[in-house]
């Protein structure tokens, strides 16, 4: 756990706790929103946790603090990144009647060099560890909802496994344990430093200016549909057919923007063809590409290695991370 210099969370906290929240990635994507004002997705997602990619987040509340002061990766936060977790902690504070400012304490186990952080296990690990330390019984269909709140793919990170947020939805659901349909994830990182774009932003723009918007809403549920009865029905070529397509779909809304969204690097397509290379050699492997350069890649556990290794030799890939699904978010420590 990272510490603010010379401070130490307890010394001055009410009440603190510590949880962990592993990242996801989106099988079938959410892009665009139903309702911005309450940040309601506009597309059924679904979704795999990964373990490997962790947040782990500390909250404590504190009567001296005059107002919440919040740390991510070491580094205290200001502007946009520090509005959002100060909104979700007044969100917080409201439901469980505590009046008191937090000190807040973020880190990733996971090289955020490689760009990977992701807001999604970020929030889901600051709503869990600020639920807790309000001493409110962890109930999480509720930390999922303050999740989504902060960021709509965090609601997602909150469920091990598979979990799905609905077209609307305000909290999302767990569809099956990591047991049910044990996959193997291989993340090539094709880029250094944080991203050109937020999705937030991004999103906005391709709901306001692309030609396909409207397509790609339309069709985004009989997508969910196909990749969630093929998950249940343990049938990977199923779920990796949807999942490209979802991918794809996605991307050509953002590269019909204006002006375009564009987050491929010459990696990402030569990780891309390996993927196709793959599957012609009869592995099954399939892509899958969120907001940013990296790709994905859905296996099964037997094939992981190959995979990996394939990957590794795509020109320009830096490196490749080995996920497998995740747990559930957890607290860690809470104290008084
Ligand atoms: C491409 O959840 O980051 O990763 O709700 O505005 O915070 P906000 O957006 P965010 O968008 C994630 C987009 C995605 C696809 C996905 O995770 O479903």
């Known amino acids: 756990m990272l510490r603010l210099p010379g401070v130490e969370p307890r010394e ?10 592993c990242s ?9 929103k139903a309702d911005v004002e309450r940040n309601l997705p506009a597309v059924p997602s679904l979704s795999m946790t990964l373990d490997g990619l962790r947040t782990v987040t500390t909250v404590a509340f504190s009567a001296t603090l005059t107002e919440d002061v919040v740390s991510i990766g070491g580094s205290v936060a200001t502007g946009k990144p520090r509005d959002r977790a100060v909104a979700l902690l007044e969100r917080v504070r409201a439901l469980a009647g505590v009046p008191h400012r937090a000190r807040v304490e973020s880190a990733n186990d996971f090289p955020t060099a490689a760009g990977l952080a992701s807001s999604a296990s970020g929030f889901a690990a600051l709503a869990l560890a600020a639920v807790a330390a309000a001493g409110r019984e962890v109930d999480l269909s509720e930390v999922s909802a303050l999740a989504r ?3 709509a793919s965090a609601a997602r ?39 050109s774009l937020g999705s937030t932003e991004a999103m906005t723009r391709t709901a306001q200016t692309s030609p396909y918007y409207r397509a790609w809403v339309e069709g985004a549920p009989a997508l969910f549909e196909q990749a969630r009865s093929a998950l249940l029905s343990r049938d990977l070529r199923g779920l990796g057919e949807a999942m490209e397509q979802s991918t794809l779909q996605m991307h050509a809304t953002m590269h019909t923007s204006v002006p375009a969204v564009v987050y491929w690097v010459p990696a990402t397509l030569s990780a891309m063809a390996c993927v196709t290379e793959l599957r012609t050699a009869g592995v099954p492997a399939y892509f899958t590409i969120d907001g940013g350069p990296h790709v994905k890649v859905l296996t099964s556990p037997e094939h992981a290695d190959e995979v990996r290794a394939k990957l590794t030799g795509a020109a320009g890939v830096l490196r490749v991370l080995s996920c497998t699904p995740g747990p559930d978010a957890f607290v860690e420590e809470t104290w008084e």
């Open 12 to 21: 001055l906290a009410v009440s603190g706790a510590r949880a962990v929240a």
């Open 24 to 32: 996801n990635i989106a099988l079938v994507k959410y892009w665009g």
């Open 149 to 151: 709140s902060a960021s």
């Open 157 to 195: 990170s909150v469920y091990g496994g598979y979990a799905a947020l609905g077209a609307g939805a305000e909290r999302a659901e767990r569809v099956a344990s990591a047991a049910d349909f044990p996959l193997a994830m291989l993340v090539a990182v094709t880029a250094t430093g944080p991203k």
